[in-house]
């Protein structure tokens, strides 16, 4: 009986019916939580790892997703199951059928067949980094560690042994899959299943590769190095063509898309290309102005307050916010000017306030405490 594979929704911790941002926030957590790098000897959380990664690179692909949601695994993957829409128990006899066969002969296109062993490429890997704000904001350099599905080096992907050759299949020519003829309720039907000679390979092996055992491929851990450019934002994806799995029958390689996930600032706060902050100036400096240091990306820089400055008004420090994306020219440093109210005055401070209320035309009502109330009533 063929192995039962789990509902990717079900890997995902989703239902039927999640929003492509739900599929990768969740694709995003449990791939963190269960990535080999993080749970080095533990088979179980690489088994998962792929699972993850399987049910993310359907679920986030609009066409595959529309074709995972109608047919389930059959679907989207041709050599899913041995009953195809029979179930191994009757309707069309237990074969696996190629779904665009099927609907070939439903409407009216029965004669054409593809090559199951034609070049495909290679599926993409996803995985994902943590930055700096800073190293959004400039761009950086970062070298990560992941697994791929390579070419093995010692048959040089050819699954056979050193010295000899696979072997064409007689059976299908090479394409890995057969017509046949059934008569259905619908008459006969003319459909695609899998070759039982070669089990859809194409080829015989008759002396395996002792390193892949004749798959031609094996799993590798590499290093490889990212460059992320300049302005990226939280959430946004990195591509590196070609540097995911290797394709199949000579197709080209997929690719990595990393997804960068950015750590908050302790001070700096960004809206786009736009740096917002807040400063702190004291009552003086609101009043009569003054020269503050405020703190942006490219360090400290010098700005003068001007007399009479209210709370909450905001400065512009044009170009010292962050760079755009794959483009010259940078956003603006947006600045909040928060004036701080003094708590816990002397009393010569209290004095020299109160001479500058009188000065200012401002009459100030002294507040009386609840026992200087109660004095007065005796």
């Not at 890997?11 to 080095?40: V, Y």
């Not at 050819?158 to 299908?172: F, H, I, K, R, W």
């Not at 259905?184 to 039982?196: D, I, Q, R, Y």
Request: glycine share 14%.
């Amino acid at each position: 009986m063929a192995e039962q594979k789990r509902d990717y929704y079900e890997i995902l911790g989703l239902t039927r019916g999640a929003s492509d941002a739900d599929i990768k926030k969740a694709f995003r957590k449990l791939a963190k939580e269960n990535h080999p790098d993080l749970n080095p000897d533990d088979k179980a959380a690489e088994t998962r790892f792929k699972e993850i990664n399987e049910a993310y690179e359907v679920l986030s692909d609009a066409d595959k997703k529309a074709k995972y949601d109608q047919f389930g695994h059959a679907g989207v993957d041709p050599n899913f199951g041995a009953g195809g829409f029979g179930g191994g128990g009757g309707g069309f006899g237990g074969m696996d059928f190629d779904l665009g066969d099927i609907f070939d002969s439903f409407f009216g296109g029965g004669s054409s067949s593809r090559n199951r062993n034609a070049p495909r490429k290679g599926d993409n890997i996803h995985t994902n980094i943590t930055i700096t704000f800073e190293e959004a904001c400039f761009g950086c350099e970062k070298e990560i560690g992941i697994f791929t599905i390579v070419e093995c080096d010692k048959c040089g992907g050819s699954g056979a042994a050193e010295g000899t050759t696979a072997e064409v299949c007689s059976e299908c020519g090479g394409t890995g899959s057969v017509k046949v003829q059934q008569r259905t309720a619908f008459g006969v039907m003319s459909s695609t299943t899998t070759c039982k000679k070669c089990g859809g390979a194409g080829k015989i092996i008759h002396q395996p590769c002792t390193k892949c055992k004749g798959k031609g491929k094996v799993r590798k851990q590499q290093k490889v190095t990212i460059k992320i450019p300049a302005g990226i934002d939280d959430e946004q994806t990195v591509s590196l063509r070609g540097r995911g799995n290797a394709g199949l029958n000579g197709g080209p390689s997929g690719d990595l898309l990393v997804t960068v996930s950015v750590k908050r600032h302790p001070s700096f706060e960004r809206d786009g290309y736009s740096i917002l902050t807040r400063i702190n100036i004291s009552i003086a400096q609101a009043i009569l102005g003054a020269e503050v240091e405020v703190p942006t990306l490219d360090g400290k820089v010098k700005y003068n307050i001007p007399e009479g400055t209210q709370s909450g008004t905001t400065f512009r420090l044009k170009g010292k916010g962050v760079p755009y994306l794959n483009s010259s020219g940078r956003g603006d440093h947006f600045v909040t000017a928060v004036v701080q109210i003094p708590k816990n005055l002397t009393k010569e401070q209290k004095e020299a306030l109160e001479k500058f209320s009188e000065a200012m035309g401002e009459e100030i009502s002294e507040s009386k405490g609840f026992f200087d109330k109660r004095k007065k009533k005796h």
